[in-house]
């Protein structure tokens, strides 16, 4: 194992630099005017589509998929991908379906369309549930991950660096963040994105590379099929030990549709890019650019899950590697899953280049914490702030107060995120643990938007439901996937708005209803070719590893 040497180092501190220097200079005030909370929050609406995507992107992939979906491609195998191929087909259905009417109504917030078609109260409800969801899932799981992932890399992986690490993280992303808004977060994830997929295309190449004595891309290939078959499968069968995070079929037509389509369509930190485009087109392409990035993302997120897999068992032909099982075994027994991707950089990655992998993946953790700092300040301050404690009316204390929010936030995320080093897939404790609250909220939105009788009892009533529903089903003595607990949870939502919007309505529409002419969802030719392109793809990818 090559440690890092000073190249390495240059190599990362000029990447910081960069990233601190352009974050900064995005910043900068312009002729002297102080940032509105347009500019502040939504980059002053002029983002460009490349942009757009590549900032949903580099917002979306962090260590929870670097570190968090490298360990359950080790544990499960390439049936992990289905939340990035099918998130794809998501982005593309959000595209068409959700982003026109979210745009037309120009919003700051999701929270916000929630005020605009039932109440304020219910707004309220979702802009703390999301808050408290940033906080304590998504900042800290992603500070925690993002630190054991370079303290492996960079250290001994005893654990000893990590709370420091989550220090410099905290700051890091706080320098540019804080100061500069939307714009500073996004048009470094321009960079940011570049350096992830590089990183990613080079840590999967040089491990295939090294899998057998032999060497050769192609041979790794070869041997890492041959010897995990079984992890190339899509679909799990109902036998397969990890079916109750992956249940078959249920994948594709069942809860995963839930996870993405309430993480892609009503998510702040990823539709709040779409929200800051030039124009309504120019959202729609950013989106269907970020498919195809989405496509990619397997390649070098969960492959190296399967290749670490493959020399941790030394089958027949793999690379000898001395001591590999005494990484990834706990005393207890279980297996360390997370240490996949880290453990495969400090191996095999040689110097200079190392340098390069972790700057990628760095900016993978820092993309992501820039984002949701951003749009936690931005529910906490449009959402909570303004309409309850605000005494100024021209709105000039919202920057101040979405500033003093991303410090409070990073401060309660820094001291949270220690205490998750007991959980054994990161990735499955994400999505279980937000999946208690997603259904209720994807159920409400969906009824909303597509249905003009639901009404604010209805939706209120809904949501607050959909929570004792969700933890029930987990208390079930018959154990249930949790995508279909997420499924069971959003249709019996459902059923509960719609119960309760007829009893309480004595309209046929209910006067906040948004009406959806036609004309709402046509879109150009050149996002029909790129949604078209991206369901072909799809196809033969299931229909080759199905």
């Given at each position: 194992m090559e440690a890092f040497q000073l190249l390495d180092y240059i190599i990362f501190a000029?990447?910081?630099?960069?990233?601190?220097?352009?974050?900064?200079?995005?910043?900068?005030?312009?002729?002297?005017?102080?940032k509105s909370a347009e500019d502040y929050f939504l980059a002053g609406k002029s983002l460009p589509f490349w942009a757009i995507g590549a900032s949903l992107i580099a917002a979306n992939i962090s260590a929870e998929q670097f570190i968090g979906m490298s360990g359950s491609g080790f544990a499960i195998g390439l049936a992990i991908a289905s939340y990035e191929w099918m998130g794809a087909l998501t982005l593309i259905i959000v595209a068409k379906f959700f982003l026109p009417v979210?745009?037309?109504?120009?919003?700051?917030?999701?929270?916000?369309?929630?005020?605009?078609?039932?109440?304020?109260?219910?707004?309220?409800?979702l802009a703390i549930f999301w808050v408290g969801l940033f906080i304590f899932v998504n900042l800290t799981s992603v500070l925690f991950l993002g630190a054991k992932a370079l303290d492996t890399v960079l250290g001994n992986g005893d654990g000893t660096m990590i709370f420091p690490l989550i220090l410099g993280l905290a700051f890091f992303a706080a320098a540019y963040s804080i100061w500069g808004g939307l714009s500073a977060v996004a048009w470094t994830?321009?960079?940011?994105?570049?350096?992830?997929?590089?990183?990613?295309?080079?840590?999967?190449?040089?491990?295939?590379?090294?899998?057998t004595p032999a060497g050769g891309i192609f041979a790794g290939i070869d041997h890492i099929y041959q010897q995990a078959g079984d992890k190339f499968h899509m679909i799990l069968d109902r036998n397969h030990p990890q079916f109750l995070n992956l249940p078959g079929i249920g994948v594709i037509i069942g809860g995963l549709w839930v996870a993405n389509l309430y993480y892609f369509g009503f998510n702040q930190y990823i539709i709040q890019r779409a929200l800051a485009a030039k124009s309504l087109h120019e959202a729609q392409k950013g989106l269907a650019f970020a498919a195809f990035l989405k496509l990619l993302l397997p390649i070098f997120v969960v492959?190296?899950?399967?290749?670490?897999?493959?020399?941790?068992?030394?089958?027949?032909?793999?690379?000898?590697?001395?001591?590999?099982?005494?990484?990834?075994?706990?005393?207890?027994?279980?297996?360390?899953?997370?240490?996949?991707?880290?453990?495969?950089?400090?191996?095999?990655?040689?110097?200079?280049v190392k340098g390069l992998v972790v700057a990628a993946l760095t900016a993978a953790i820092l993309s992501s914490l820039a984002s949701m700092l951003n749009s936690t300040a931005t529910i906490f301050t449009m959402d909570l702030y303004k309409p309850y404690f605000s005494k100024k009316t021209d709105g000039s204390d919202l920057v101040r107060v979405g500033r003093i929010s991303v410090l409070v936030s990073l401060a309660l995320a820094v001291i949270i995120a220690p205490a998750l080093d007991t959980m054994p897939q990161m990735f499955q404790y994400i999505q279980e643990y937000t999946g208690v609250v997603s259904p209720g909220i994807l159920a409400v939105f969906l009824m909303g938007l597509f249905w003009k009788k639901t009404n604010a009892t209805g939706a209120i009533v809904g949501v607050l439901t959909s929570i004792p529903i969700a933890l029930l089903l987990k208390l079930l003595p018959i154990e249930m996937p949790f995508l279909d607990q997420m499924l069971y949870t959003s249709l019996l939502t459902i059923v509960v708005i719609l119960m309760v919007s007829l009893l309480t309505a004595n309209y046929d529409e209910d006067p906040k209803a948004i009406p959806l002419p036609k004309e709402t969802f046509k879109t150009d030719f050149n996002f029909n070719i790129a949604a078209y392109a991206v369901m072909i793809l799809l196809v033969v990818i299931y229909a080759v590893f199905w």
């Open positions: 000029v990447y910081g630099l960069l990233i601190l220097g352009v974050g900064l200079w995005v910043s900068r005030s312009k002729n002297g005017e102080k979210f745009i037309r109504q120009g919003l700051f917030t999701i929270p916000e369309f929630i005020e605009k078609r039932f109440n304020t109260n219910l707004k309220t409800i994830d321009v960079i940011q994105v570049v350096l992830l997929v590089i990183g990613g295309f080079i840590t999967t190449i040089i491990a295939l590379d090294h899998v492959v190296p899950g399967i290749i670490a897999y493959v020399i941790y068992m030394q089958g027949e032909g793999t690379t000898s590697m001395d001591g590999v099982k005494t990484v990834f075994d706990r005393a207890d027994g279980s297996i360390n899953y997370d240490l996949a991707y880290p453990w495969l950089v400090k191996t095999f990655i040689p110097t200079g």
